[in-house]
T-cell receptor, first 114, second 116 residues
C-alpha cells in the first residue's frame, strides 16, 4: 500500500530537549516536505526536499532542521524545542514539485512542548 | 506570491442538503488549484485538482469544483452531503516555476459540520 508514515503520532516533551520526527514514504517520490498546522493559520511549509541531499527552506523554517540522506526518508529535527513549536506536523511526498502535483500526506504528529 | 482565502471558517449543513465551500486565490498566471479534505485524526486527502482544460472538475466522494478565472475562485460543491463528509476542507494554490521548487500555499480551512 502506498503510504507516508510518520512517527510518533503524539509527542510531549520539554523545552530544550532535542527530538526527531521521522517520515518515510514507499512511493519512490523525489519531493518531500514538512508542514505545520495551527488553528486559523492552515498549513505552512517548514522545509522541503527536491531529492537526496537537496533541501530548502519553506515559509517557517526557524527552529527546525531536516536531512535527506535517502530518498524514502525525510526526518524533521527540533534541536531545542520551544513552546511555540507546539503544533500538528505533517510530512508529505509527491511525484513532482508540490506546487503542481497532488501531495500524499502522513497521518500527522501532534507535538506538545512544555 | 500566491495566496488563498477561504472566507468561511465553519459551515453547518443538514444531511442531504447541498454544499458550497468558497475559495478565492491570488496569482498572476494560471494557477494549479487543489482541494484537500482532512478527517478527524487523519492526514489530508486530495479531493480534486485543476490544472487546465475543462473548468468544472470532478473529484472523489461526489465532490466537484469550478474554476472561474474572472472571479479568481475555485469553489467546492456537493449536491447532497452525507454525515461522513464532516471534516475540514482546505483549498490550495500552486504554481509552476523553472526552478523545481514550486510551492503549494494552503488556505486556512473550512470546518464542515453535518446535522441530522
Amino acid at each position: 500500500e502506498a503510504q507516508v508514515t510518520q512517527n510518533p503520532r503524539y509527542l510531549i516533551t520539554v523545552t530544550g530537549k532535542k527530538l526527531t520526527v521521522t517520515c518515510s514514504q514507499n512511493m519512490n517520490h523525489e519531493y518531500m516536505s514538512w508542514y505545520r498546522q495551527d488553528p486559523g493559520l492552515g498549513l505552512r511549509q517548514i522545509y522541503y526536499s527536491m531529492n537526496v541531499e537537496v533541501t530548502d527552506k519553506g515559509d517557517v523554517p526557524e527552529g527546525y532542521k531536516v536531512s535527506r540522506k535517502e530518498k524514502r526518508n525525510f526526518p524533521l529535527i527540533l534541536e531545542s524545542p520551544s513552546p511555540n513549536q507546539t503544533s500538528l506536523y505533517f510530512c508529505a511526498s509527491s511525484f513532482e514539485p508540490s506546487g503542481v502535483s497532488p501531495l500524499h500526506f502522513g497521518n500527522g504528529t501532534r507535538l506538545t512542548v512544555t | 506570491a500566491q495566496s488563498v482565502t477561504q472566507p468561511d471558517i465553519h459551515i453547518t449543513v443538514s444531511e442531504g442538503a447541498s454544499l458550497e465551500l468558497r475559495c478565492n486565490y491570488s496569482y498572476g498566471a494560471t494557477p494549479y488549484l487543489f482541494w484537500y479534505v482532512q478527517s478527524p485524526g487523519q492526514g489530508l486527502q486530495l479531493l480534486l485538482k485543476y490544472f487546465s482544460g475543462d473548468t468544472l472538475v470532478q473529484g472523489i466522494k461526489g465532490f466537484e469544483a469550478e474554476f472561474k478565472r474572472s472571479q479568481s475562485s475555485f469553489n467546492l460543491r456537493k449536491p447532497s452531503v452525507h454525515w461522513s463528509d464532516a471534516a475540514e476542507y482546505f483549498c490550495a494554490v500552486g504554481a509552476e516555476t523553472n526552478f523545481g521548487n514550486e510551492k503549494l500555499t494552503f488556505g486556512t480551512g473550512t470546518r464542515l459540520t453535518i446535522i441530522p
